[in-house]
């Protein structure tokens, strides 16, 4: 069945750059775009931005430019989202999402940003 | 960027009622739209998308309409398992923008 396996809580000092990564199983991972979108404690979805596996070209929310950066490993179906600068507002759970109309996410990844 | 508007931010309804979800894309998404719904500790699930597709495994009791600008998710008959919060998101263009998101709960 279509999956996103996404990584570990992580939990990071300000400044500070974390990087989750996302692996897909259970088809053809270079055919639909990878999204992430986050979500802090007790508010909305936000879209951060999205990465074609294909072509490995990206477009991020202007929020995040400068310091966002999506890639991804075709090799192991895997794709990359590192956020550098981190502060606590960036305190969230990270999620990817792909396939048709957005019907697979991954479990979800806690990013605590915490001196 | 497009702004979508999702109304009520919250309702109380009874197991059985019929419940009505509103979403106003701030310009003309064609049939772009994704609803989600999403509980407490858990991924959003996508229940509809381009407006009006039910994804596979989602109930018919889910249903969603409209085009444009002006949309409706429909849930038939609410049942215990049906209390979460939707989202409605459109896919016309990025960035991609949700709603705010619209609380159903236990009357």
């Known amino acids: 069945q279509v999956q996103l396996v996404q990584s570990g809580a992580e939990v990071k000092k300000p400044g500070a750059s974390v990087k989750v990564s996302c692996k897909a199983s259970?088809?053809?991972?270079?055919?639909?775009?990878i999204n992430w979108v986050r979500q802090a404690t007790g508010q909305g979805l936000e879209w951060m931005g999205w990465l074609n596996p294909n072509s490995g070209n990206t477009g991020y929310a202007q929020k995040f430019q400068g310091r966002v950066t999506m890639t991804r490993d075709t090799s192991t179906s895997t794709a990359y989202m590192e956020l550098s600068s981190l502060r606590s507002e960036d305190t969230a759970v990270y999620y990817c999402a792909s396939y048709v109309g957005y019907a697979s996410w991954g479990q979800g990844t806690l990013v605590t940003v915490s001196s | 960027d497009i702004q979508m508007t999702q109304s009520p931010s919250s309702l109380s309804a009874s197991v059985g009622d019929r419940v009505t979800i509103s979403c106003r894309a701030s310009q003309g998404i064609s049939k772009y739209l994704v609803w989600f719904q999403q509980k407490p500790g858990k991924a959003p699930k996508s229940l509809i998308y381009a407006a009006s597709s039910l994804q596979s495994g989602v109930p018919s009791k889910f249903s969603g309409s409209g085009s444009g600008t002006d949309f409706t998710l429909t849930i038939s008959s609410l049942q215990p398992e049906d209390f979460a919060t939707y989202y409605c998101q459109q896919y016309k263009s990025y960035p991609l923008t949700f709603g705010g998101g619209t609380k159903v709960e236990i009357k």
């Open positions: 259970g088809y053809t991972f270079t055919t639909y775009d």
